[in-house]
């Protein structure tokens, strides 16, 4: 199969992409989050191409993205005024929202689950093809099963070449880290997966905002698209430490002692300066000491680049478990096989 890459699509091309996915071909998407592997989320046979390309279990949940919150009304049973709220203050946005699915949607789109996982991307591009497309797109993000998630179309390629067929190209993605997801009873928000809306955010239009026991119990089944299996791991082992800039140094300096090849290392500006003129060292910079947005935005970018250069381990300065550093961490703390230190 040969997969073509579409950049600054025309309408007549976006036509063409929505009618290669209503006919259940595989097309990667654009979102501010990562780039997705799209297809018809109503049908259950492009659903498994969905499986297939990524090597993914097909009980591992799908997010249908949708370009508003009228497309929803078909897909669900029941919106309650929490789950309103929440639309109406987040889509489009990094917020996917399960709710309790109808006969319409497969359950090869929910894993098995009554809930379907349903969200709006706030991409211009995404949601244009999405308008013209006139059904669900089940998105997973488009990398094989395990491997960091794609940030841009060259990303896609790398894993998905001949396995789909189209990949629409809209540069790098805006936030860099997947969706919060989150389930709705009555008036409590649960988040089964940090992501780009964080709890303080849902906790200003929300009174009740807790985190899924599966986010903080390993032997508990998640039920969050995403969390289930092994992801977001680089080829190299990774440890994350968290800590001052002098104390991340020296603690890199030490774990490195004993190790032969090239070493990764993913830091804040403030910790390379006190690095730098180790030449064992392969760095990655992601902004400045304890900026979160800037880690997001670089972490999977940074585990592809050290992909790229063949490292034998990685080191990963971390940032404080708060705010969106809850999402940056969840997907560290995965990277690295729990693998934190904390000093």
Known sequence: ????????????????????????????????????????????EAMDKIYAAKGRPSDNPLILHVPNSESIKPLVTEVSNTAQLLM??????????????????????????????LRCPDHPICRALLERTGVPVAAPSANISGRPSPTTAQDVYHDMKGRISYILDAGPCMIGVESTVVEVHDDKVIILRPG????AQLEAVVS????????????TKP?????????????APMTV?????????????????????????????????????????????????????????DFYKS??????????????EGVD??????????RMEKASSHHIIYK
Not at 223 to 235: L, S
Not at 266 to 293: P, Q, W
């Open 1 to 44: 199969m040969d997969t073509q890459i579409i950049t600054n699509p025309s309408d007549q091309e976006l036509d063409m992409l929505a009618r290669a996915l209503r006919n259940s071909e595989l097309v990667s998407i654009p979102t501010e989050t990562v780039y997705g592997l799209g297809a018809n989320g109503l049908d259950p």
């Open 88 to 117: 109406d203050t987040f889509w489009p946005g990094p917020l996917t929202i399960t709710l309790p699915k109808s006969d319409l949607v497969p359950d090869r789109a929910t894993g098995g689950l009554s809930r379907v996982a």
């Open 196 to 199: 780009g809306i964080t709890k």
């Open 208 to 219: 009740t905002v807790e985190y899924d026991i599966a986010l903080v119990n390993a032997t």
């Open 223 to 235: 039920k969050a698209p995403g969390m289930k299996y092994t992801h977001y791991a680089p080829d």
């Open 241 to 297: 430490v968290v800590g001052s800039p002098e104390r991340v140094a020296s603690t890199f300096k030490e774990l490195s002692k004993e190790i032969e090849g090239p070493i990764g290392c993913l830091v804040s500006h403030e910790t390379y300066n006190l690095m730098k003129e180790d030449t064992r060292f392969i760095f990655h910079c992601f902004g400045n000491y304890g900026d979160a947005l800037s880690l997001g935005h």
């Open 303 to 316: 585990l592809l680049y050290f992909n790229e250069n063949h490292v034998t381990l990685i080191l990963a």
């Open 321 to 330: 478990d708060d705010g969106f550093g809850v999402a940056i961490m969840n």
